[in-house]
């Protein structure tokens, strides 16, 4: 095993160290042969810091398409000529039966996804209800995804019991124009501020595999420890028809678990689950990225395109001996 | 017959719909699906021919 790595997880593990942005980047430059040491190493941080249990989340689009936004990964934004299309937003027995489908796999998480810049009194309302009928009715956590908070709007989602708020910062800052132009970095890292300030867990995710250089994900990590997420979704690029990422190549495989130990290196208390692209990135290395510093997972399908089937990852956690269990993020 | 990935008819389209994506265009018309996916399955719907499709895990 190379010395860094070796040194890497002594600091993490033993020393509860933090790994400085250059020992990271310099992990991020070690060879291919050298990543499943690498993996073995991130695994050890989560075990060391989180235990073995998994987290399990099912999410929903309650309000797909037609987003003013121009997120060029997403088939749901109205300025890209994509198949997915503005549909109403759901109503409650609609919500309430696919949070019963959830928690009949047994997950312990559901998130309430919403296509828009960000919501509307019409939307708060219909949020301020939602939430709290779906944790009364099925007994899960439930979290939301709406796209820019006011203060007020952060106190009110808070109020009405909102468990985790999630909010992704995509990429570093310093790639995100080349991304969106219809918003800014710095107005999604306000409401993840927002998040934290009105008690809700932040949930903060990244999109891996749009063009940004190693340099970038590295960035991006730093700007992650500064806005302090209790639950960090990685997804991978899975090119939609019609976005202007059509055309970009799936990440390979062992890139993708070399960035899925790093994160576990960089942010070693954070929930970090499998999100979006696992199944077209990893294909059968999904049980690698488990063991490479994982430890949560959203399972099922996606909010526009299918996932695995439950089963599949229940059967996959108990061949690895993870319990499903909820977790918050280690103080 | 049509595409359920793009709403051409099979013949002009090369077989852009994967697995991985629920039907957007109807296979009978070639109209837009209103396609809603949930957590275990998707329905489809088209409102030029009437058909509903429904698939669970």
Known sequence: MPVIIDAARRAVVGERRQLTLGELAALAALPDEDVPALADAAHAVRVAWCGDTVEVEGILSAKTGGCPEDCHFCSQSAKFDTPVKALPLLRDDEVLAAARETAEVGASEFCLVYAVRGPDERLMRHLEHVVGLVGRETGLNVAVSAGILTPEQAGRLAGAGAHRYNHNLETARSFFPRIVTTHTWDERFATCRLVRDNGMELCCGVLLGMGESPAQRIELLGELREVGPAEVPVNFLDPRPGTPLADRPIMAALEAIRWIALFRLALPDVILRYAGGREVTLGELQEMGMTSGINALITGNYLTTLGRSPQQDIVMLKGLKMPIGSLSKVI | ?57
């Open chain 2, 1 to 57: 017959m049509f595409c359920t990935g793009c709403g051409r008819r099979t013949g002009e389209c090369g077989g852009c719909g994967r697995d991985a994506d629920p039907w957007h265009y109807c296979p009978d018309c070639g109209r837009w699906l209103a396609t809603q996916v949930t957590p275990t399955g998707w329905t489809a719907r088209c409102r030029g021919c009437g058909l509903t499709h429904e698939v669970r895990h």
